[in-house]
């Protein structure tokens, strides 16, 4: 009979060592695997929440202001993944110009923020103007990014840092807003001034929209050229008259030009204005005066006839001596709103109103020759000084 032969202790020794030190090697790889697999879905959700900030407030953050520091903390309800892999909350900061606590956080509008990133992994270089930045603590669990109160300090990853962050400066969170104006979103809103009449009273308002106002929604102006508009009797204002580019200049949410004009011209204008975050932007604009019109004239102003007949009229009355209006002179009353006026002269024959008499010998008889209304005057007064004239035809024409 046959016997078969069993393991030894010795070989069974050096199988339970094998089998243990894979084991051993198994566990440890295994560990390492699902580190891995942390740290990837860890960067995922940073990358999803970067997405989330970005995509769902257009620059305006909810956050909690942070008195002390250029930044606050991010309301975490916001986020696409609120903690990392390791069941930690994300650790999120949002610069002061576009968190919602304040007033202007409008992104497209800013072209800089306080809030600066140094980072290690970068050769040490600080990038300025960040709009926010995400942290996880971690498979430790501790936050070993330095945190000022201004400046945010990356390491480079390693036994001492196993932080992972994120972080979006302005210029790339403008980029993926696809702001339609950037900083340039401060503007002027005119794109023309009305135009005036001589002694009318006039008065126009210049605005501007968009970049970041000072408190109050006000913006620092100055205007070029409102000079020459004191010699017209306009006057531009912003809470103060408003001198050429001078230094300050008018703090307003608005400018505005007024003033009884006296002379006819045009004028250029260059209004430029700046915000708070220093966008600037101007506008150059002409303002025109102009003589004042028929209908102007018209309102209360009367006028003086002057006869340029070449003979003497009588104003109103059949050539009675009360009435006459010698040749080369102003008849004394003027022409009122409203009125019309029958001028006479004498002459023979059968002319009517409207020709010209027979001046030859005989018995004159006192005609008709025209009939002078205000409306008359109004139109032929040209040159707007309420002075017209009767000319040798009995038409009115400009004096």
Not at 99 to 110: F, G, K, M, T, V
Not at 252 to 281: A, E, K, W
Request: glycine fraction near 8%; charged fraction near 20%; proline fraction near 4%.
């Amino acid at each position: 009979m046959r016997h078969r032969r069993g393991f030894t202790l010795i070989e069974l020794a050096i199988v339970l060592v094998l089998i243990g030190l894979l084991v051993g090697m198994g566990a440890g790889l295994i560990g390492l695997l699902v580190k891995r697999v942390h740290y990837n879905q860890t960067r995922e959700r940073l990358d999803a929440n970067v997405e989330a900030l970005i995509g769902g407030f257009r620059g305006c953050i909810p956050a909690t202001d942070n008195a002390s520091t250029a930044f606050g903390y991010c309301n975490l309800s916001v986020l696409r993944n609120r903690t990392d892999a390791w069941r930690e909350d994300f650790l999120c900061l949002v610069a002061d110009e576009i968190a919602n606590y304040n007033s202007y956080c409008d992104a497209c509008a800013r072209r800089t923020t306080s809030l600066k990133v140094v980072d290690e992994m970068d050769n040490n270089a600080t990038h300025e103007n960040i709009a926010f930045v995400l942290i996880s603590k971690g498979p430790d669990h501790r936050l070993q990014t330095d945190i000022g109160n201004d400046t945010v300090e990356i390491h480079v990853p390693g036994r001492a840092y196993d932080d992972l962050v994120r972080y979006v400066t302005l210029n790339e969170l403008k980029a993926k807003l696809k702001c339609e104006y950037a900083e340039e979103r401060l503007r002027i809103l005119n794109n023309e001034l009305p135009y005036g009449f001589v002694g009318s009273s006039y008065n126009a308002t210049v605005y501007a929209e968009g970049g970041v106002p000072f408190p109050g929604g006000i913006y620092e102006w100055c205007v070029n050229g409102s000079s020459y508009l004191n010699s017209a009797n306009l006057t531009v204002t912003c809470n103060a008259s408003l001198d050429d580019y001078s230094s300050p200049c008018g703090n307003c949410s608005h400018v505005n030009i007024s003033g009884i004009p006296n002379g006819t011209d045009t004028f250029t204008l260059t209004f430029m204005v700046r915000d708070q975050d220093n966008n600037t932007t101007s506008k150059t604009l002409s303002l025109t005066i102009n003589p004042p019109t028929n209908f102007q004239l018209g309102n209360g102003t009367r006028y003086e006839v002057y006869n340029q007949s070449g003979e003497d009229l009588y104003w109103g009355c059949e050539c009675q001596d009360s009435c006459k209006w010698q040749n080369n002179t102003f008849w004394p009353d003027k022409l009122g709103p409203g009125e019309c006026v029958e001028i006479f002269v004498r002459g023979r024959g059968d002319e009517g109103p409207g020709k010209r008499p027979d001046k030859g010998p005989g018995k004159q008889k006192c005609l008709q020759v025209a009939t002078i209304c205000y409306s008359d005057a109004v139109e032929a007064d040209n040159n707007t000084d309420q002075k017209v004239k009767l000319t040798d035809q009995y038409d009115l024409q400009d004096y």
